[in-house]
């Protein structure tokens, strides 16, 4: 009864957050409590300051102020609980080995005994000690994996391995049914496949010492790279200093480029080290388990192992530093002193004709809104993707943040930690849609492979290098992309226009009045197929909307 007591007591001066008891315990307006430390580092990860049980949502965020009543009343359970707990220590708990002979509640096994098929506390094991028969038995640390070692067929211990069909078996199926197969003891078979184990463990361990190589040289190439990325730059400032006034905006472009595929490059290559680095932990993993199977004292929980944990995959298809190719930047340094010599031949032309010959060069891009209406697409949200939180309506065009979570099925497309949905259709090509808000939204569009779960730079819409998002709250917009922030001062309205060149690599943000008015451009480059995103993140009622484009 006074374990009871303990443990609902423990229960009630719990945090919901870590599921321990209170640390410095604190009561927020809603009236339930938390660990200071995890109540502020939710709050701090999350936009809106709201109650992880009830969801109540504070503005502003509470100043948090010790519950000396419950940090009391926490030290009084931990000194009643430590007497209780020293008292039961040695029985047996959920995931421990039961002694077979203890009656009664049972205590935890000591070891294991591979004649006798049973475990035993260190006060049954007693007879394995001192009586010369039990003596011979072959005792191992206890384990609840005996019964693997019974026959199913005839209920005798399996001290056989038969290698016409790998498998052990027990005496009587060696006169049954395995009968003429060629077999062996366990213990000979397994001795024989501890060699072979030894062998593949130094394969596994020559492919790591490969594989480390392999990260040197890459982060020897990413340092040569960098180095020749920064003379192109160099030089290419040099050769645009003589046309200053009137190509430094060609120059900034060429900066940005040299930049953009400096850091494509390195991210490329930061990749495959990520990829070999994990088949180096995978490949270290599988060597642990080998080395503690290895020392397994049981012959048959071996040889049941063995086979599953023995075969060496192939090494698979990530490039090696042989075939590694990287893009340089020798050739930029020509290519400007050509555009130099073009320029300035044509500067020497009549004034119009340098006009023409310039404004082709730029992509266009439609200027009014019936233009932009030519490219019109129809976009309709994914509810695979939808976090709970969020309830789609009209025909999955629209979606608002709700004070309860539905209930949804388990999808791995489906956003769970921040109240996020991305569209069905990838978007290609030349197209244009515009979104009606209410709130604190972000307009996002984002490549397919972005996190579903994780922290918000790591799933979060404009925090990272796979998504480009539009902040929309009255007063400002915001945009974001890579965890970096522009604040954008433009026309308010509650309908923003998205284009995406996705060949050209240009998304723009126009705010949607009587006119088209640019709130944000990005030029760059998309190495994947778009899907329009939304993140509704903070505000119960909060709605965004796909609007129909006629």
């Known amino acids: 009864m006074e374990l009871q007591v303990i443990q ?7 945090c919901s957050i870590c599921l321990d008891l209170l640390k410095d315990p604190v009561t927020i307006p809603c009236g339930h409590s938390y660990c200071m430390g995890c109540i502020r580092n939710y709050w701090d990860e999350n936009e809106m300051h709201n109650c992880p049980q009830c969801r109540q949502t504070f503005i502003p965020r509470p100043v948090l102020v010790k519950n000396t009543i419950l940090a009391e009343l926490v030290e009084n359970l931990k000194k009643a609980a430590l007497p209780a707990a020293s008292l039961h220590h040695s029985y047996a708990g959920p995931g421990d080995v039961a002694c077979d002979f203890c009656s009664g509640k049972k205590l935890k096994a000591f070891k294991s005994c591979l004649v006798c098929m049973a475990s035993y506390c260190e006060l049954h094991l007693q007879p394995h000690y001192n009586i010369a028969p039990l003596k011979k038995h072959n005792l191992i640390k206890a384990t609840s994996k005996l019964q693997e070692n019974i026959c199913n067929l005839h209920d005798e211990v399996m001290r056989i391995f038969c290698r016409t069909d790998q498998q052990c078996i027990c005496y009587l199926c060696l006169m049954d049914e395995h009968k003429g197969h060629v077999s062996v003891s366990a213990a000979a078979e397994r001795a024989e496949r501890q060699k072979e184990l030894a062998g593949n463990q130094q394969k596994i361990q020559q492919r790591i010492q490969d594989r480390e190589k392999d990260v040197k040289i890459l982060l020897e190439e990413v340092e040569t790279m960098n180095c020749s990325a920064e003379k192109a730059l160099k030089e290419s400032e040099e050769m645009f200093k003589d046309l200053i006034r009137l190509v430094q905006k060609k120059s900034s472009e060429v900066k940005k480029m040299i930049k953009s595929k400096q850091k494509s490059e390195e991210s490329r290559v930061r ?21 503690q199977l290895s020392l397994t004292e049981d012959h048959l929980h071996f040889l049941n192992s063995y086979s599953s944990l023995s075969h060496l995959s192939e090494s698979t298809n990530i490039p090696t530093t042989n075939n590694l190719t990287l893009q340089y930047f020798e ?7 050509k555009l130099r010599d073009k320029l300035q031949a044509a500067l020497s032309e009549e004034p119009s004709k340098t006009w023409l010959k310039i404004t082709e060069v730029a992509p266009t891009e439609p200027l009014t809104r019936p233009e932009f209406l030519k490219y019109a697409c129809r976009i309709t949200l994914d509810p695979n993707t939808a ?21 949804v099925s388990v999808h791995p497309e489906r956003f769970l930690q921040w109240w996020q949905v991305m569209s069905s259709d990838a978007l290609t090509g030349c197209c244009y849609w515009e979104v009606k808000w209410h709130g604190k939204v972000l307009i996002a569009v984002a490549y397919k492979d972005i996190s579903r779960t994780g922290n918000r730079i790591k ?4 925090n990272n290098e796979k998504s480009w998002a539009l902040e929309c709250q009255t007063g400002f917009y915001i945009f974001r992309h890579n965890n970096l922030t522009t604040y954008i001062s433009g026309p308010q309205s509650s309908r923003v226009g998205v284009h995406l060149d996705h060949k050209a690599g240009i998304l723009s943000f126009y705010s949607v009045t009587q006119t088209m008015n640019l709130l ?31």
């Not at 990749?271 to 080395?291: G, H, M, S, V």
């Not at 050739?331 to 002193?337: G, I, K, Q």
Request: aromatic share 8%; charged share 25%.
């Open 331 to 337: 050739d930029v340094t020509p290519a400007v002193s």
């Open 387 to 407: 976090n709970p939180y969020l309830f789609l309506s009209m025909n999955n065009r629209k979606a608002t943040l709700m004070q309860v979570a539905q209930l």
């Open 8 to 14: 609902l007591d423990q229960e009630k001066l719990s």
């Open 271 to 291: 990749e495959l080290q990520e990829k070999i680095e994990q088949e180096i932990r995978e490949l270290r993993r599988r060597d642990t388990e080998l080395q």
């Open 459 to 462: 799933c979060g819409f404009g």
């Open 520 to 550: 944000h451009r990005v030029q760059t480059r998309f190495t994947q197929p778009l899907y329009a995103g939304f993140w509704l993140p903070v505000f119960v009622g909060d709605t965004v909307e796909l609007c129909e484009l006629k």
